[in-house]
Structure formats: C-alpha cells, structure tokens
C-alpha cells in the first residue's frame, strides 16, 4: 500500500498569512496514464471532506485561488497564500493512483 | 446538481450486520466507479471499499471477508453489506464518486455525501 506522510500535523497561522502543507508519498503516484492522482482535501468541523486540488494542482470548481498545489512523483505541496477564517479545518491529501486509495493523516490549520 | 445521500447508519452490538446505501443523482452513474470511506471519532480518513463500473470490488485489509460492495446501476444506488462488525469499525461512512470511464473528464473524489454514522457497541 502506498503510505502518504503530511507535515505538519498542526499549522497554526495569522489571518492574511500564508501556510503550507507538505505530503509525501511512499512510491511514486504517477500512474500508468501518465497522470498523478494526488487530491487535496478540506474537512470543516462537522462538514464532509470536500474536493480542493485534484492531480496536483488543479483547483477544483468554486475553490479560491489563494489555494495552489505543486509537487511531482512522491513530493506535493498546498500552499494557502493569504489564510482566511473559513480556512480552519483539516487538510488531507490523498493518493487515488493505485487501489487502495491512501490518506495523510491530516493537517489541522488554525488560526493563531 | 451530484447528490450523495448515504442511509442505513444504525448502532448495532459486535459481530452484527448492517447494510449502507449511497443513493446518486445528478451525473451518470453508470461511467463511474465508487467508494466508501469511513471517519472513526476523531480520526482520520480511511479507505474502506471501491467499486468500477462494472462491478469489480476493491477492499481495505482491515475489511476484507467481512464486508462486500455493491452497486445497482438501474436506480443509481450503492451498497455496502458490513458483517461480523467490530468495535474498530465505528466510524461515519461516506460514499464518493471515485474515476469516470473514460479517465479524465473528471476529477476523482469530486463529491462525497454527508455520511452516515456506524456505531458498533455493546
């Protein structure tokens, strides 16, 4: 099974300020395809996990532009340019390259 | 508008049997395979189960033998029978949209539902 690593596991922040993420994976995600499904997930309190960033860097449909994805084969990375209040929540990124799909074990952001 | 409502969620004692249902509208279900995953209290995010569009299951270890996943492309439903449930299986479940057929006209994991609670106790 492929083993995905998030660091850190908390990141508090200032409101307009930028935050990280970092995800690493156990083997190289870039499928057979030659696409990398490498997703980045947000969960609110209380909410189900929602689609931010799917095959690395692509925004998903209503996601703000102040989320971006970067990275390739085993090291990804979320970046939040300007940390709003609404961004409180955890981040996973997730592997769906290979069955069984993986999951970080998630980044709780939180403001300062 | 895609709509993922899960049902079934109940507390059952250990070594029961429960059934989930996810119940898909708004995309063609039938281009698409489909997953659950489950949310201990707490916890994080874990695959459990997936299945293409043709009905070929996928399964987590930790499942494995003990649950089994199904889909009824006629009324856009997906299923997962859970059997000889275990304390550690306590968690929200929720269904998401894993790849389309063809790959590539969109994402995977673009929409889950709200989830339904499993609570395993005696």
């Known amino acids: 099974d492929i083993v995905m690593t998030q660091t850190p596991l908390s990141s508090p922040v200032t409101l307009g300020q930028p935050a990280s993420i970092s995800c690493r994976s156990s083997q190289s995600l870039v499928h057979s395809n030659g696409n990398t499904y490498l997703n980045w997930l947000q969960q609110r309190p209380g909410q189900p996990p929602r689609l931010l960033i799917y095959?690395?860097?692509n925004r998903f449909s209503g996601v703000p532009d102040r989320f971006s994805g970067s990275g390739a084969g085993t090291e990804f990375t979320l970046k939040i340019s300007r940390v709003e209040a609404e961004d409180v929540g955890i981040y996973y990124c997730m592997q769906a390259t290979q069955f069984p799909r993986t999951f970080g074990q998630g980044t709780r952001l939180e403001i300062k | 508008e895609v709509q993922l409502l899960e049902s079934g969620g109940d507390s059952v004692q250990p070594g029961g049997s429960l059934r989930l249902s996810c119940a898909a509208s708004?995309?063609?279900?039938?281009?698409?395979?489909m997953s659950w995953v489950r949310q201990a209290p707490g916890k994080g995010l874990e695959w459990v189960s997936g299945?293409?569009?043709?009905?070929?299951?996928y399964y987590a270890d930790s499942v494995k033998g003990r649950f089994f996943i199904s889909r009824d492309t006629s009324s856009s439903m997906l299923y997962l029978e859970m059997n000889s449930l275990r304390a550690e299986d306590t968690a929200v479940y929720y269904c998401?949209?894993?790849?389309?057929?063809?790959?590539?006209?969109?994402?995977?994991?673009?929409?889950w539902g709200q989830g339904t609670l499993v609570t395993v106790s005696s």
């Open positions: 708004g995309f063609s279900f039938r281009t698409y395979s």
């Open positions: 299945i293409n569009e043709v009905g070929g299951p």
């Open positions: 095959e690395i860097s």
């Open positions: 998401a949209k894993d790849y389309p057929n063809p790959v590539g006209i969109a994402p995977l994991f673009d929409y």
